[in-house]
């Protein structure tokens, strides 16, 4: 079975500051991974995905994540926060070996202070 | 980008009676459509997947009679809380997978608010 792990509730950045929100994976094919924001009471919206390719992928608003197979991990970055990136950010995971569900992290709360 | 509706995006509903929420992929066809649901500060739960034209796919512990989604068509999926309950109060997402390349996207999301 898949799963997702968010391991921080909550994190904290200076505005200007760089920003990690980290996720890591459990599928049994190959996982197709996605990022995702929610502002309150929206809907969620895409921010990037790992499908095959290069490791590193670059999403919308400056975010970027790195897909480290070793350490089944999907961490999500940005070099410089904006007051504006706080939000809920959720980390996805689908089975590309044939998997038809996605499967949601918890959720990270980014605050980003001025 | 593709465009998922909801509609509607809020609703409030005496303990009882039944609510109908619909989802619309504006303009794409959606082979597969997903109902989440979101509890406060909590992350997205799978409720049921339904592939146009069949019977949807219900996760574990969600209540099939009481949860009943339909299918109708490539661009229209409804979910129906029937005999709605103040536990009932969530907000709920779809979320419609694109025939052609497989990406999916998601409603705005409903809030449903059982008095």
């Known amino acids: 079975a898949q799963s997702v792990a968010q391991p921080e509730d909550q994190v904290n950045v200076a505005e200007g500051n760089p920003l990690t929100v980290k996720c890591t994976y459990s599928v049994s094919g190959n996982p197709y991974l996605f990022w995702y924001v929610q502002y309150p009471n929206r809907g969620l919206q895409f921010l990037l995905k790992y499908i095959t390719g290069d490791n590193l992928v670059k999403g919308s608003y400056g975010f970027e994540a790195e897909f480290n197979k070793s350490q089944t991990s999907f961490h999500l970055k940005k070099p410089s926060a904006l007051v504006s990136d706080s939000a809920l950010y959720f980390c996805a995971v689908r089975d590309g070996g044939g998997g038809f569900k996605t499967i949601f992290g918890a959720g990270t709360r980014l605050f980003v202070k001025a | 980008g593709a465009v998922v509706s909801q509609h509607p995006s809020r609703v409030i509903c005496k303990s009882g009676t039944s609510v109908k929420i619909e989802c619309r992929s504006l303009d794409f066809q959606a082979t597969t459509m997903f109902w989440y649901r979101q509890f406060p500060k909590k992350s997205l739960m799978l409720m049921a997947t339904?592939?146009?034209?069949?019977?949807?796919?219900?996760e574990q512990g969600v209540e099939k009679d009481k949860f009943l989604i339909n299918h109708a068509s490539l661009t229209l999926s409804t979910l129906t809380v029937t005999s709605a309950h103040p536990e009932d109060s969530s907000f709920y997402i779809c979320?419609?997978?694109?025939?052609?390349?497989?990406?999916?996207?998601f409603g705005p999301g409903t809030r449903l608010t059982v008095l």
């Open positions: 339904s592939n146009e034209g069949s019977k949807a796919t219900y």
């Open positions: 979320s419609a997978r694109e025939k052609r390349e497989g990406h999916q996207f």
